[in-house]
T-cell receptor
Framework: EAQVTQNPRYLITVTGKKLTVTCSQNMNHEYMSWYRQDPGLGLRQIYYSMNVEVTDKGDVPEGYKVSRKEKRNFPLILESPSPNQTSLYFC?????????????FGSGTQLSVL | DAKTTQPNSMESNEEEPVHLPCNHSTISGTDYIHWYRQLPSQGPEYVIHGLTSNVNNRMASLAIAEDRKSSTLILHRATLRDAAVYYCILRASPRILTGGGNKLTFGTGTQLKVEL
């Protein structure tokens, strides 16, 4: 089954403790991206990747890092999480980064930073 | 980056058609109009997309204005399972020479409520 898998589904951590949220897709997609969703603010893009070793900032990249060493994986790294990064995070992928490609989303990761 | 404007919420009765509007007056010539919906406690899912012509699929229809500055998602017979937040976004193609062009702005979408 074609899917985007995020782990973990829920995560509670403390300020400053490095964490990684994993994202994997099994569709051989070139394009992957991360979003955060906050009440009243909709979905905001954090980072995206057009292909292996090609990443770029979205609208809210501060405090986050990403890497794209393999095509299927696009982990989101919070080196020193802070409470304002408490949010619902979604990973998405599409065949390419072109405008006619539809996005496939993961089920989300609810992160709480205490 | 081009933005979209949608009503915060809309209501419909079950089995009736629903027309969800979206304004995108700053759309560029090669931007595709995409619609996604998000059911409670789930990630967004694709509904439909188009460039200039109206589009139909098993989930919905997309009507695009001739000047492309607005579009309407049409659910032909709303059911309770269609209650969700619907997002209209513009997806640009990457700018090969200057880079970028792949930022996606979802906004807050339209909360569709469906009643019996």
């Amino acid at each position: 089954e074609a899917q985007v898998t995020q782990n973990p589904r829920y995560l509670i951590t403390v300020t400053g403790k490095k964490l990684t949220v994993t994202c994997s897709q099994n569709m051989n997609h070139e394009y992957m991206s991360w979003y955060r969703q906050d009440p009243g603010l909709g979905l905001r893009q954090i980072y995206y990747s057009m292909n292996v070793e090609v990443t770029d900032k979205g609208d809210v990249p501060e405090g986050y890092k990403v890497s794209r060493k393999e095509k299927r994986n696009f982990p989101l790294i919070l080196e020193s999480p802070s409470p304002n990064q408490t949010s619902l995070y979604f990973c998405a992928s599409s065949g390419t980064g072109y405008s006619n490609e539809k996005l496939f989303f993961g089920s989300g990761t609810q992160l709480s930073v205490l | 980056d081009a933005k979209t404007t949608q009503p915060n919420s809309m209501e419909s009765n079950e089995e009736e058609p629903v027309h969800l509007p979206c304004n995108h007056s700053t759309i560029s010539g090669t931007d595709y109009i995409h619609w996604y919906r998000q059911l409670p406690s789930q990630g967004p899912e694709y509904v439909i997309h188009g460039l200039t012509s109206n589009v139909n699929n098993r989930m919905a229809s997309l009507a695009i204005a001739e000047d492309r500055k607005s579009s309407t998602l049409i659910l032909h017979r709303a059911t309770l399972r269609d209650a969700a937040v619907y997002y209209c976004i513009l997806r640009a193609s990457p700018r090969i020479l200057t880079g970028g062009g792949n930022k996606l702005t979802f906004g807050t979408g339209t909360q569709l409520k469906v009643e019996l």
